[in-house]
């Protein structure tokens, strides 16, 4: 695997821990002026990278490690079909309002758009369920094919790809979830959704396994 490239975020991040840690979470999104929750995906990946160290109700410290020790290794290993979740799906024919009903439903924040041989042609993202939902426009009778993001401008993954770098496609790319696809001669099929809830699971996971 190539070497670990950050963003501007997860430098940020590190040079606060690496002058004042140990360090909570929390304030360290009060020092960025970002929520905790915002701030869950840089910490994994860092974490997981072996570039901090945490310890429960001491926080955040930088560990000086690099990519290829132990911690990397296992990073490394961690797959997207290991915490994948399953996917939502809709078909493109269907209408805003039934896209947000079953957004709802399924407590999700994307839906994938599928065509009539399941095959992936979009995302729909909360906003931009709302940005249709704003007006005096009929929802019923609204395609989410009108709405949607469409290929060739969705960002993918596939089941068999390095977890890290599916995370770091997510955080760059400013998105909610990926659709982990299988690649087919027509077109790709959906089998599952990265999302950064999956990304924190695997965090978690590490965690444990390396007395975190």
């Known amino acids: 695997m190539s070497p670990i490239e950050l963003n501007k975020r997860q430098e940020e991040i590190l040079q606060i821990v690496k002058g004042n840690g140990p360090i909570t979470g929390e304030q360290i999104a009060d020092r960025l002026n970002l929520t905790r929750s915002t701030l869950r995906p840089d910490l994994a990946i860092l974490t997981m990278a072996g570039f901090l160290d945490a310890r429960p109700r001491v926080g955040y410290f930088y560990s000086g490690k690099k990519p290829g020790q132990d911690v990397t290794d296992t990073m490394n290993n ?54 249709a939902s704003l007006g005096s426009q009929n929802l019923t009778s609204i395609p989410v094919h009108i709405i949607m993001t469409r290929m060739p401008n969705i960002t993918y993954c596939a089941k068999n790809e390095s977890l890290i770098q599916a995370a770091h496609r997510l955080i760059n790319q400013q998105i909610d979830a990926l659709p982990v ?30 007395d975190l």
């Open 78 to 131: 961690m797959k997207v079909k290991d915490f994948q979740s399953i996917p939502v799906v809709v078909r493109e024919d269907v209408s805003v309002y039934d896209a947000i009903s079953q957004m709802f439903l399924d407590d999700v924040g994307t839906l994938f758009v599928v065509d009539k041989q399941s095959y992936l042609t979009g995302v729909l993202s909360r906003k931009d369920l709302l940005r």
């Open 181 to 210: 696809v299988e690649e087919q001669p027509d077109g790709f099929k959906v089998v599952g959704r990265l999302t950064k809830t999956n990304i924190t699971r695997a965090f978690l996971s590490l965690s444990e396994n390396h």
